[in-house]
């Protein structure tokens, strides 16, 4: 298959009968006993990760979801490279979760996010390929009688050296599924990479532009039923009534129900004819306390914690409150970043089919084995009579991973109408007015200098939201009440941590968390750390009358991978030079998911307020980098996410539900006021890998934040810039 579509169970059979036990990578009956586990198709498996079929396609299954990002080609290409295959023969498919579970979790983690897909799965998935190139090697040695160190594989063809003898793959995959699989598996070196590091083409491309692709949001089954649903628009509140009886008799309308404790759901023949009805639902609501916050009232409970006395440290050198007041002049600056919308464009959606027997669900999930969980949970079935089967996503940006609701809506709705698939689609309004959202942040910054103009010490105090402290208690349990995902790009170590040697320093959290709950969303907390500290790095330098590059650099000895992006993109931008006339050129970098990321841009204002971005240049060091050209597709992606969001985007809270309902009030950028974006991509040496996705999305709006103070002279300390009249054209 070469889409995808994930509409039907994936089985998998040993000789001619389905099992569901299966046979876990590294194991094979012995020879006097042969079992083969076949894929759907009749197909040897070669082990959990390659199925050769008799034609030479080579099947590569990833566990990780696709949403745009290219995540399945680049796995495909690390299975590849070590498969020795033909590239042009390579196609994917989704193992299920209920099927890893049932083969003692083989495939391990299916969780896609923390652009994590590839840098915490490379070698195992590598060292699949490999082993399934051995074996294959092994097979055809056996069938010539020869020692498989006479024999080499290349392009899915075995070939004997001394003979010249050759087999193509799918020739000996039946042989060679019957082999034990090997123990010692050696990695290529990188210098021998072929596949690694080359810009080979998606392998989903074709079927999203022929409309062959299917979406949960397309998904149709026969017999299937539709729903539609809303949920309390104030979070902690429930459902008080409704009056079923109003809409019952409508249009195509099969049952109202309520769903948990704080929703009510329409199933209809048609999906409009359940929103219709759903929308003439009357329903009463108990909103709970939560009606009275607003926006002002969560900033001022923010604001409070801005010179609170508790607070959670995330990085501290020195003694920084000494310093400070010691300083001959200090520097003092406050900043916030809002609440905002994964806003995907593909609401969220689940269809589901219960019986007392099987529950299936066909979902679009950045997270396989969550969905999983989810149903056993909402449908009470053991794991052996629960199945997800994985859709490509119409966008995730972290709202379809940890969070399942959607499921568990969908799985309940089914369960009141047993053995009848019903596909649940939330409203564009229902998804801006459920969302997990990107957690609402403050910001103090005091930077204290000596009489010399030397910073000698910094406090960073963030005031907001905790992202583990809603979803991951424990964690933050663990931290003895930090949450350590609060300091992404500023912490004192790790895959996140801060690009700058400063004397005496304190980076610090005050916990204060709202109703609203807030989520994963794409880059997470760099995006407002990135802001913070790197336009208040700006504000340091002016203050010390330095140029802004030259002064960043002499905190950045000892982090020479931050330091080679930041001199890669000024360098490009033409730093040392005087901008074109009228032009304005910021810069910002930052580590983060392991990865080294700088961006310069060069932008324009007109009548004060009318910003036109111009060109921006990022660097990224990523250690290995699997797909050059995806690499390239995922920064400019990124910044179309990051300039979006500081422009335009931002999620405000009245009477304790979210005011933006649509894409009228929630915006994105257009493709007309996207700037030219230029990737470099630093080679920084070391055996690491990095993440991609999310990374780059950070550097954007700070560089062109400082851009836009050496343009009007006017510093920007809160975010969109809509708020303050700017506009991106």
């Not at 036990?21 to 006993?33: E, S, Y």
């Not at 997270?367 to 909402?378: N, P, Q, W, Y």
Request: contains cysteine.
């Amino acid at each position: 298959m070469a889409a995808i579509p994930n509409i039907s169970r994936r089985s998998f059979i040993v000789g001619s009968a389905a099992v569901g036990g299966g046979l876990a990578l590294g194991l094979r009956l012995p020879p006097f006993g042969p079992a083969v586990v076949r894929a759907a198709d009749g197909a040897p498996e070669i082990n959990a990760w390659v199925v050769i079929r008799p034609d030479d396609t080579v099947v590569v299954r990833v566990v990780r979801s696709e949403m745009g990002q290219g995540t399945i080609t680049g796995l495909a290409q690390l299975v590849a490279e070590e498969l020795e295959c033909d590239w042009s023969k390579v196609v994917i498919e989704y193992p299920t979760p209920g099927e890893s579970v049932r083969r003692k979790r083989v495939w391990g983690d299916f969780s896609t996010g923390g652009s994590r897909a590839i840098r915490t799965s490379h070698e195992y998935v590598r060292k699949g390929g490999a082993a399934a190139r051995m074996m294959l090697v092994q097979a055809a040695a056996n069938q010539w009688g020869v020692p498989a160190s006479e024999c080499t594989a290349s392009n899915s063809i075995i070939t004997h050296g001394p003979s010249k003898r050759s087999l193509s793959y799918g020739k000996v995959a039946e042989a060679a599924a019957r082999l034990e699989a090997p123990k010692d598996v050696k990695l290529k070196d990188p210098k021998e990479w072929k596949v690694i590091g080359k810009p080979v083409k998606r392998l989903d491309t074709a079927d999203k532009v022929n409309g062959k692709q299917v979406y949960g949001f397309d998904l149709k089954l026969p017999g299937m039923l539709n729903a539609a649903i809303k949920e309390c628009p104030v979070f902690g509140g429930k459902v008080k009534s409704f009056d079923a009886a109003r809409v019952a008799n409508l249009r195509g309308v099969k049952k109202v129900l309520q769903v948990g404790d704080s929703a009510v759901a329409v199933v209809a023949d048609h999906w409009w004819n359940a929103k219709t009805a759903l929308d003439q639902l009357p329903v009463v609501w108990d909103e709970g306390p939560n009606a009275k916050v607003s926006s002002a009232t969560i900033a001022e409970q923010l604001k409070a914690g801005l010179d609170a006395e508790q607070a959670f440290v995330g990085n501290q050198e020195g003694n920084a409150k000494a310093a400070l007041a010691g300083a001959a002049k200090k520097i003092e600056a406050v900043y916030a970043y809002p609440y905002q919308n994964h806003a995907c464009m593909e609401p969220m959606n689940a269809t589901a089919r219960y019986t007392p027997d099987k529950c299936e669900v066909w979902v679009p999930t950045q997270d396989g084995e969550a969905s999983f969980a989810a149903v056993l949970s909402a449908s009470g079935l053991p794991a052996d009579k629960c199945e997800v089967y994985k859709i490509n996503l119409g966008g995730g940006f972290g709202r379809r991973g940890a969070f399942q609701d959607y499921v568990t809506q969908a799985v309940r709705i089914a369960k009141e109408m047993p053995g009848t698939p019903v596909k649940l689609l939330w409203s564009r309004e229902e998804d801006m007015m459920q969302g997990r959202y990107h957690p609402v942040m403050q910001c103090k910054l005091v930077g204290g200098f000596d009489s010399g103009n030397n910073l000698t010490g910094l406090h960073m105090r963030l005031s907001g939201q905790s992202i583990l402290a809603a979803v991951r208690p424990a964690i933050v349990e663990q931290q003895k009440g930090r949450d350590p995902l609060t300091f992404q790009g500023v912490f004192d170590s790790g895959e996140h941590s801060f690009g700058y040697t400063i004397p005496n320093l304190l980076i610090d959290h005050a916990m204060r968390n709202p109703h609203v709950p807030p989520g994963f969303w794409r880059g997470v907390n760099i995006n407002q750390n990135a802001i913070f500290i790197e336009c208040f790095m700006d504000e340091l330098a002016e203050a010390a009358g330095q140029d802004p590059l030259e002064f960043r650099r002499k905190f950045m000895a000892k982090h020479p991978r931050n330091l080679a992006v930041l001199n890669a993109v000024a360098e490009r931008i033409g730093w040392s030079k005087p901008a074109p006339a009228g032009m304005h050129r910021g810069i910002a970098q930052m580590k983060a998911f392991n990865s080294f990321v700088a961006a310069a841009c060069e932008i324009s204002v007109k009548d004060g307020n009318k910003v036109k971005v111009h060109r921006i240049v990022a660097a990224t060091d990523c250690g290995y980098a699997v797909n050059p050209a995806q690499i390239e597709r995922q920064v400019s992606g990124s910044f179309v996410y990051g300039l979006s969001a500081l422009f335009m985007q931002e999620c405000t809270v009245k009477d304790g539900a979210i005011e933006q309902k649509n894409f009228d009030s929630y915006q994105s950028m257009r493709i007309a006021q996207m700037p030219k974006v230029e990737t470099i991509i630093v080679q920084g040496g070391g055996d690491t890998w990095g993440g991609i996705g999310e990374p780059t999305i950070c550097v954007a709006a700070p560089a062109v934040l400082n851009a836009f103070y050496k343009a009007t002279g006017k510093r920007i300390r809160t975010v969109p810039l809509k708020n303050h009249g700017i506009e991106l054209v």
